[in-house]
């Protein structure tokens, strides 16, 4: 028997293998496939106070070694989150992870607000619907002209601050690799409270149509995700996992064991996967049972033996 369990602060993963934000839903469609108790962890799609449309116009693109994306955070908002996808979520034997957005600082201290809420509420008569929640601070300030939070440390450190004020649930912040102080970004939200930090988000990137002479984007810029921005991840994370003491969810372009180990021998706790969902519907399965083959085989008793030694 390997030991393949993870920790961020109380809360305890059967193993590191968690499905990212926007690429898994709330899990529901992939349950058809494999048995979602066996992963390590399940972070829904991005929730903002009301729900949301999304982007007009094409919303994806395929890439030499991966995809862009301009979705605009299709969701069905926090209260339509707690009353259509709750009672599924109440049934999981895995962590589940509430990821938080918002366009102005009073949406995210709101929805931060009716999470704790609803979670106390929850408590009290049955198991929570949610373990923690991952702040994604790569929104648009729609007060502000549109920059990310995510991209000013000082900007950031007020999203990061007043959720962390509003919630005692666990609280993972997500990084975008659009930062432009990365590992100072990663240091303030330790010191804010955080108890972990997941990076990356995708990176802003772009598509033109050379015959119709525009970006196939609305938005006209996307993010870009997938293997094409693997090796720029692991090296963000080994950067961020060597500057905080706080645990890392690790992620960018993993799509099979041995990437994931990469990054936990980078210092991650656990890892995300994201677009690798869209390549295989088993991914999630395949690399729970993928990282414990690895360990047998190098007879690695504990991802501990192997975090963090490069
Ligand atoms: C279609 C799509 C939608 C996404 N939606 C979200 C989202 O709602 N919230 C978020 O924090 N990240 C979102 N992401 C980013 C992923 O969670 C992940 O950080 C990124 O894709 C890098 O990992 P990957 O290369 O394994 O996909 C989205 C990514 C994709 C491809």
Not at 19 to 33: D, I, L, V, W
Not at 225 to 249: D, E, F, N
């Amino acid at each position: 028997m390997v030991d393949t369990t993870c920790r961020i602060g109380s809360v305890l993963f059967k193993n590191p293998v968690v499905m990212a934000s926007g690429t898994f839903g709330f899990g529901r469609e992939y349950a058809k496939f494999y048995d979602l108790n066996k992963l390590g962890g399940i972070s829904g799609k991005g929730l903002t106070l009301k729900a949301k449309e999304g982007n007009e116009g094409l919303r994806v693109w395929e890439t030499a070694a991966g995809m862009l994306n301009s979705v605009g955070l299709e969701n069905p908002g926090i209260m339509g989150f707690l009353e259509e996808e709750t009672p599924f979520w109440q049934q999981l034997d895995t962590v589940r992870i509430v990821n938080l957005g918002g366009g102005c600082l009073s949406d995210y201290e709101e929805g931060a607000e009716i999470l704790e809420n609803f979670s106390v509420r929850s408590l009290a008569d049955e198991r929570p619907a949610y373990d923690m929640i991952e702040l994604n601070i790569s929104c648009p300030n729609v007060k502000e002209g549109g920059m990310a939070y995510g991209i000013r440390t000082e900007t950031a450190r007020e999203v990061v601050r007043l959720v962390r004020e509003a919630t005692s649930l666990p609280l993972v912040v997500k990084l975008s690799p659009n930062a432009e102080d990365l590992t100072g970004m990663a240091a303030m939200c330790e010191e804010e409270g955080a108890d972990g930090i997941s990076l990356v988000n995708t990176f802003s990137a772009m598509k033109i149509d050379i015959h119709k002479r525009r970006s196939v984007f609305q938005n006209l810029y996307a993010g870009l995700s997938g293997p094409a921005i693997k090796p720029i991840a692991l090296r963000m994370v080994h950067q961020v996992c060597k500057t905080v003491s706080i645990p890392v969810m690790g992620m960018g372009g993993i799509s099979s064991a041995e990437d994931a180990i990469e990054f936990i021998m980078a210092g991650a706790e656990t890892v995300q996967v994201g677009t690798h969902n869209f390549v295989s519907l088993r991914a999630g399965e395949e690399l729970v049972e993928g990282i414990s083959a690895f360990m047998r085989q190098e007879g690695i008793k504990s991802l501990q033996e192997i975090r963090g030694i490069i």
